[in-house]
């Protein structure tokens, strides 16, 4: 895994390696749709629904009330319905985080796919792995894989103008 020599990503040309691999990986999918956890990976799912011509098939989750830590962690304020505007029966769903981590928050995002219907299958797309895996999830399409020092994340946002940076942020500060 790279460990980053500053403080950011090219979020641009992370997004460009993952929107390749998933429009191969997409290739032939029966009733293919994507659905972006939030919020980066809403952002990141926007953006691939529109480079796919996937719009209509665009859905966005929170799983806040999904996680294993709720009641630990409580309920975060800025919760977001969860909107999957198709029928997930049957369908090939595009899943994008995006940071994959621990695996916990995939877990929770597959139990709400569940409470809509049963895909056919769910595929993983997440901008970058830092590794640290918890539960046995892998993605299917990564942007980086990344190597972080203890006490540091990756954070994704999103400026005014749409663009996004990926960052390491220190968790203490």
């Keep these: 895994?790279?460990?980053?020599?500053?403080?950011?990503?090219?979020?641009a040309a992370l997004y460009g390696a993952l929107l390749e691999q998933v429009r191969a990986g997409l290739s032939g999918a029966n009733d293919a749709a994507i659905v972006g956890i939030h919020s980066g990976g809403a952002w990141l799912a926007e953006r691939l629904a529109a480079d796919l011509g996937l719009q209509g098939r665009l859905g966005s989750i929170d799983v806040s009330f999904y996680r294993d830590d709720y009641a630990k962690k409580?309920?975060?304020?800025?919760?977001?319905?969860?909107?999957?505007?198709?029928?997930?029966?049957?369908?090939?769903?595009l899943l994008v985080d995006d940071v994959l981590y621990t695996g916990r928050t995939v877990r929770a995002a597959i139990n709400v796919l569940f409470d809509y219907g049963r895909p056919q299958r769910i595929m993983l797309a997440a901008l970058a792995d830092r590794g640290g895996r918890e539960l046995p999830v892998a993605a299917d399409f990564v942007g980086t894989r990344a190597s972080l020092a203890p006490g540091q994340s990756l954070?994704?946002?999103r400026?005014?103008?749409?663009?996004?940076?990926?960052?390491?942020e220190d968790d203490n500060a």
């Design 1 to 11: 895994m790279p460990t980053p020599t500053n403080d950011a990503f090219d979020a």
């Design 74 to 93: 409580g309920l975060h304020p800025d919760v977001k319905p969860t909107h999957i505007p198709f029928n997930v029966d049957g369908a090939t769903i």
């Design 159 to 168: 400026g005014a103008d749409g663009h996004l940076s990926l960052t390491i």
């Design 155 to 157: 954070a994704l946002n």
